[in-house]
């Protein structure tokens, strides 16, 4: 494969000769130690060139080593090229970054190139290090030299730098694969063949999520264990070298605030000739089988692999290429039902939002089934999105995201994203999935996605300024723990709050139905339970209640501050009268599920 890019096809200089393209590129296909290479050259028509004579080649790389090759122009009635006028010293170089200039002597002392080219010869197959910079360009932050059109490139995990492409650069590969925790920021930006992805998820754990490729149905959400140890690089998930598996985990789907489609072999779900299941009071539908639901751009969904929290992961990899899928009733046997995937053609395997932008903007549009004042909105892209920034552009003041546990907001105040706790990143993550809450109800609403949304890095608030402009000693953090698990919630002294609940303002506890979290703590006022609530300097009491998933149990609650200002309040147990002082650990004995005996009281 050779391609040749950024040429200038006018001769310059008072040369006889010059490159005809100054920027080169040839790729290595079969992994041979050297690669042949022929560059154009166009003839100062003034000048008459002895076909015969011998021109030599100069190169110099890199690593500061050079040297030269004799060559002949090779004329025809379309172009002249350079060939090697010796056969026992070919035309030929290793993988490399170069620059050329010719000569007519051995010596290199006559010059008759008017110009200087560059030739990189690009590996077959080479794997991101990022040790240099975010530049997918840069030689040196690839394992065999950067890419172009016909390089596979492998994203992996845990890399210093994340490449970053920009719109007025080549960025070239022919396949690419992004293994789990890998991430490529601006994809948009990319020219590519096809990509795959993997994704690795804790079994036992609900996740809320977008799917990473185009063309892709619910029922691609498997994993084949086995073949995932055989699998090759680069090699397209058919049903004969992975096959379909749905028992081992068995995978979990439910959609938010719309009906789910479900089929019916062997008295799935109780649903008898029922074609849709409902949400729930939690707006979350309950787990449904339908192997081709579309998980489009816009469609994001919660999803748990196996229903126990044994340590084991679960790789789910990308594209599936199956044209058809089969049901199983609950036994996991197979009921003969099966249904075409894929439009009956095989999946493109291209990122969620190629071809979808606009100058330079992504508009995705998501629907609930019925009205909702949240939707669940899917980070579209490969790398990580600046929450700060998607809220900021979307006029959003409340997001949630789900940690497999609990429910972690985060609000924007004065500018500056205040989360629940410390650990709560400010992005989401490739692939993740969040709640969004507007104003008003509604069953459909646009969100628009920028460029300066997409970063390789995510930040928490205790790797950031945690409050920016905001105040951290107007805010008070409560940490509940049972058994090993954490939650959280927060409650902000401001000039500007409310008394009761105002949306934007304070955010609403949520908690899953099909996955309840251990434990939860919240401050309640207006009848509903709060993870993040403002109050004015007036507010005096502020009852504080509890969930626990085993209804009763041992709570130890910290508090966290940092001005003199929490330290006129205290904790107050209705029942005994007892109050107990916010600057040490306290430990409450029986407490139940959704009581409201405590109250925090201002003294």
Known sequence: CTEESGGDDTPGGTGAISFTVEDMHFCNETGAEQVAFSPAVTLNSSITIDENATYYLQWNNTDKE?????????????????????????????????????????????????????????????????????????WDNWTNG????????????NCANYPVLEADEENNCANIYIEHGGQVVHTQYLTYDQAWVDLTLDEGCYYMLTSPLTDMVSGDWFVNATANESWSKFTALTNNNYPENRLNPIVYQRLWSTNAPVKNPGGYANVANETVIAPDETQWTPPYNAVSQAYGLGQSFSLMAGKSKNGKKATFRFPKTHTEYNYYDLLGNPTGMKESVHNGDVAKGRF??????????????????????????????????????????????????????????LILIDGQLVSLNNETSDCAKPMEAFFVTIDSKAASKDFTFTSDMQTATSNTASGRSRSGSVSASQMLRLTASVSGY???????????????????????LLIDGEAHPEVAVYTVADGEALDIQQIPATVTRVPLGFYLRSGKGDVELRFDYTDRLWQGWSLLDTQSGERRSLANVINLKAVESGSTRYVLVKN
């Open 66 to 138: 050079t040297g030269a090759i004799p060559v002949k122009i090779q004329q025809n009635a379309e172009s002249s090229t350079l060939v090697a006028a010796d056969l026992s010293t070919p035309l030929q170089l290793p993988l490399g970054y170069y620059t050329l200039v010719l000569y007519s002597d051995a010596e290199q002392q006559n010059q008759v190139s008017s110009n200087v080219a560059s030739l990189t010869i690009h590996p077959k197959e080479t794997i991101w290090k990022g040790t240099s910079s975010s530049d997918w360009n840069d």
């Open 146 to 157: 950067s890419p172009w059109g016909c390089t596979n490139v492998i994203i992996p995990a």
């Open 352 to 409: 969620a939002d190629d071809e979808q932008w606009n100058n330079g903007t992504l508009t995705v549009t998501v629907k609930n089934g019925i009205a909702n004042d949240v939707f669940l909105v899917g980070n579209p892209f490969v790398s990580h999105l600046d929450l700060k920034e998607f809220m900021t552009r979307n006029g959003i003041s409340e997001v949630k995201l789900y940690d497999g546990n609990t429910y972690n907001p």
């Open 486 to 508: 954490d939650a959280q919630c927060l409650l902000r002294v401001s000039r500007k709050a409310s008394e009761g609940v105002v949306s934007g303002e304070d955010t609403r």
